[in-house]
């Protein structure tokens, strides 16, 4: 299952710069997309989403982006934090009766103090 | 801030044999999940649960897959014949409402080693 992808591995950052982790998809029907944290041992942590009619939402440092002529969004975390060091995952759901989320791969970040 | 509780942390069984993985929602949440990440994989849906019923379901979740709400807290996932394959951290989630772009809140896990 290749609908949503994250073709980096893993992204190192200095602290204070800014942080651009990349997701793609193929479904054009998805209605919302969704980026979670997961560090060691821990479940997944919603961070941030968006619908589809959107292309941008903002919560404090960290922003979404979507273009969905290009199916894809990214994930902006400004200034980097080393306590956002952590494994990301974009996700991508529809909004039906189950609401089942299809995950990307993972990007692991980290921020070098 | 309220969690999501799994128990247990680490489960190894025996292929073949029965395993129970318990949850306990979030207490107001009306919509419970299960996920599964094979080491090394991507989180894969299992199933999705409310008003005890399934809404949803993936190829994964067979006919040796069943989930139950026993009572008014606890959330489980049973697999009857586990296999080698069944081998992966298996997460519960919630949610108050069941929209997805409100997130669903995840438990830690069990991690479940099948031998």
């Known amino acids: 299952d290749q609908q949503v992808k994250q073709n980096s591995p893993s992204l190192s950052v200095q602290e204070g710069r800014i942080s651009i982790l990349n997701c793609d998809y193929t479904?054009?029907?998805?209605?919302?997309f969704l980026w979670y944290k997961k560090y060691p041992a821990e479940g997944p942590t919603f961070l941030i989403s968006i619908s589809s009619i959107k292309d941008k939402n903002e919560d404090g440092r960290f922003t979404v982006f979507l273009n969905k002529s290009a199916k894809h969004l990214s994930l902006h975390i400004v200034p980097s934090q080393p306590g956002d060091s952590a494994v990301y995952f974009c996700a991508a759901a529809l909004n039906n009766a189950g609401n089942m989320l299809t995950f990307g791969g993972g990007t692991r970040l980290m921020v070098k103090p | 801030e309220p969690e999501v509780t799994q128990t247990p942390s680490h489960q190894v069984t025996q292929m073949g044999q029965e395993v129970i993985l318990r949850c306990v929602p979030i207490?107001?949440?009306?919509?419970f999940y299960w996920y599964r990440q094979i080491l090394g994989q991507k989180v894969e849906f299992l199933v999705s649960f409310y008003n005890n019923e399934i809404s949803e379901k993936s190829e994964i979740f067979d006919d040796q897959f069943s989930v139950e709400r026993p009572d008014g807290s606890n959330f489980t996932l049973k697999i009857r014949s586990t296999k080698l394959e069944d081998s992966a951290m298996y997460f519960c989630?919630?949610?108050?409402?069941?929209?997805?772009?409100?997130?669903?809140?995840f438990g830690s896990g069990t991690r479940l080693t099948v031998v």
């Open positions: 207490s107001n949440h009306l919509y």
């Open positions: 479904n054009s029907m998805f209605d919302y």
């Open positions: 989630a919630s949610s108050e409402t069941g929209a997805p772009g409100g997130g669903y809140t």
